[in-house]
């Protein structure tokens, strides 16, 4: 079992929506991470938290947002999606924010959007 | 900025044989390769991962190699199994917060 909890597994969202994903760690990691993962693509990117504090936006449509409240929890605010943006949403944490950390992933929220 | 190739894309082995992954780097700042492994349904688990300043590490059946000079490294998995089956990802990463992944391979293993 993945020590990287996801929440909630699957999400239909019409384009109107708002929801958030939720990503857990109880390891004492520092640094937390949000990916976007398409069919038979590598992880993507998205945003980086080192110490709870937003380290990291590789320029994400502000239509994601996204929340570290404490160091073990993560939120991805979504509000008004687009098609396109029907993926997979990984979470990753590593024990440090620096270099050479390995990252432990969780399994994901697949998200479609209508 | 870094860029990792990855190849074979795809890749189909007997059960008890080898198999190798082969990715190359472009930066060479990199100093740390992870591998992970994906199986469908999941997230990438890491595997095995090499820091620059080792050329071999290996794990049982897993054993990854790293040229620096030459900016390649390879997964190496012996007596491959059924449940070895699965999109294996190299990376690498220059020190910061980023990892740059490659293509991903996908492993079929039969029985």
């Known amino acids: 079992d993945t020590e990287v909890t996801q929440t909630p597994k699957h999400l239909v969202m019409g384009m109107t929506n708002k929801k958030s994903l939720k990503c857990e760690q109880h390891?004492?990691?520092?640094?937390m991470y949000w990916y976007k993962q398409k069919a038979k693509k590598p992880p993507e990117l998205m945003f980086v938290?080192?110490?709870?504090?937003?380290?990291i936006n590789e320029s994400v449509p502000s239509r994601f947002s996204p929340e570290c409240p404490n160091s073990s929890l993560l939120n991805l605010h979504l509000h008004a999606l687009q098609p396109e943006d029907s993926a997979l949403y990984l979470c990753?944490?590593?024990?440090?924010?620096?270099?050479?950390?390995?990252?432990?992933f969780g399994d994901g929220t697949r998200l479609s959007i209508l | 900025g870094e860029n990792v190739e990855q190849h074979p894309s795809t890749l189909s082995v007997q059960e008890g044989d080898s198999a190798v992954i082969k990715c190359t780097y472009s930066?060479?700042?990199?100093?740390?390769f992870p591998w992970y492994k994906q199986e469908l349904g999941k997230g990438p688990q890491l595997i095995i991962d090499?820091?620059?300043?080792?050329g071999e590490k290996k794990d049982q059946r897993i054993a990854v190699t790293l040229n620096k000079t030459a900016k390649h490294f390879s997964l190496h998995i012996t007596e491959t199994q059924p449940e070895d089956s699965a999109v294996y990802f190299c990376?690498?990463?220059?020190?910061?917060?980023?990892?740059?992944f490659g293509a991903g391979t996908r492993l079929f293993v039969k029985a």
């Open positions: 990753a944490s590593s024990q440090e924010a620096v270099s050479n950390q390995p990252q432990h």
């Open positions: 390891m004492g990691h520092r640094a």
């Open positions: 938290y080192s110490y709870e504090k937003l380290s």
């Open positions: 930066d060479s700042a990199s100093n740390y």
């Open positions: 090499i820091r620059s300043n080792v």
């Open positions: 990376a690498a990463s220059t020190g910061g917060f980023k990892t740059i």
